[in-house]
């Protein structure tokens, strides 16, 4: 059973996300200038950079955890700059994986019951149900099974190793059947199995949904990602599939010289 992956089908090619000269200034120094951003629905869009590049900021400013000074950030079509992350993420656009709590001392079947009783579940799903509890149970099974936990469902989360761990927090943010999923870092921290695993679970949830990520392993951005962007010192130095960007020398010369294409 692979079914509980889906979100609202696709309109490949519209852009769902664009940010209009996003700037952020922290104190004087401004950490992102006039970036401007188009990600397409049903894309894997990849930021990345150098360190320091502005990267988390600019996850952090569309995810809504920041206010930008300048710019305008559309979803969908509508005006966000002003937004809050609750409203946004009520709209489809979700953040993992710090805002997935995962409660270490509950099992994995109750962190995402927790999960799905969150808003956007309730107001779309729950009152349609018969029996609440039964939908709540078979609709967090379905997940598990999706991120390949479900053998765990009656294991707190304490006892997960870090890879399943992660795999759980991506299953409690579908819980919120986000259309698009913003994911910082989602290789950081693991070794090479759980790598491959996690590649694999965003492959899958990316089949139905727009994923935007942060990411430093330029390994797993050139299999899982259609579009990349890189940054550096706070600008848009280049932009295009892995191979366009990985050939271009000014993202050679921004990571001083290393071999992007094999990481
Ligand atoms: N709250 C803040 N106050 C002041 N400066 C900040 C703040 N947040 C980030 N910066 C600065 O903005 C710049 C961009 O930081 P950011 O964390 O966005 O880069 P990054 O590309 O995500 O880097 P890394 O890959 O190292 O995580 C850095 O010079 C950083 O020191």
Known sequence: MQASLSAAPGRAGNVILCAEGLTKDFS????????????????????????GAGKT?????LTKFLQPTRGRIIYRGEDITRAGAARVARMGLVRSFQIS????HLTLLDNVRVALQRPRYLATQWWRSVTALDTLNARAMELLDAVQLADHAHVT?????????????????????????????????????????IADL?????QNRTVLMVEHNLNVVSQLCD???VLARGEILAE?????????PRVREAYLGSEPADD
């Open 202 to 206: 965003i492959r899958r949830v990316a």
């Open 28 to 51: 004087g120094f401004t950490a992102v200038k006039n970036v401007d951003l188009r990600i397409r629905e049903g894309s894997v869009h990849a930021l990345i950079g150098p360190n």
């Open 227 to 229: 579009t990349i962007t």
């Open 57 to 61: 900021t600019v996850f952090n400013l």
């Open 240 to 248: 295009g599939n892995y191979d366009e960007v990985s050939r271009d």
């Open 157 to 197: 989360a304490a006892e997960l190793s870090y890879g399943r761990k992660r795999a759980l927090e991506v299953a409690t943010t579908l819980a919120l059947d986000p259309e698009m999923l913003l994911l910082d870092e989602p290789m950081a921290g693991m070794g090479h199995e759980d790598v491959g695993h």
């Open 101 to 104: 709590a995962v409660f270490p």
